[in-house]
């Protein structure tokens, strides 16, 4: 339980709500993209900050990707936790690239 009814605790599942922000349920079909490969998955939720997404295994999955959406931008994306065939992601403002060392001679 997430909360102890024995003590006359009068919490309810949703004030134990961490969510930055509020979600709105979807079912779009996306992919995630992995370099030159990419997996497909289902957006079950969105909000301002992150997304729940479906797969078929979250083996394999790194921790940092490009979630596709048809029609949108793709949006770098950092997982911050993991189910059997759920991931939920916090967007990510920029993409981390390896630096360009190159020019430093």
């Not at 004030?15 to 490969?37: C, D, H, K, V, Y």
């Not at 997304?51 to 394999?60: D, I």
């Not at 950092?78 to 403002?93: D, F, P």
């Amino acid at each position: 339980m997430p909360f102890d009814k024995s003590r006359g605790s009068a919490a309810s599942p949703l004030l134990l709500e961490r969510r930055i922000a509020p979600r709105r349920n979807t079912f779009i079909q996306a992919s995630i993209a992995m370099g030159f490969t990419s997996v497909p998955c289902i957006v079950r939720n969105v909000s301002e900050s992150g997304a729940k997404l479906e797969v078929a295994r979250v083996t394999g999955i790194p921790d940092r990707f490009d979630l596709i959406v048809p029609g949108h931008r793709p949006q770098p994306c950092r997982v911050v936790w993991r189910s059997l065939k759920e991931i939920g992601v916090q967007y990510q403002s920029a993409r981390h690239e390896p630096a360009d060392n190159s020019n430093l001679d």
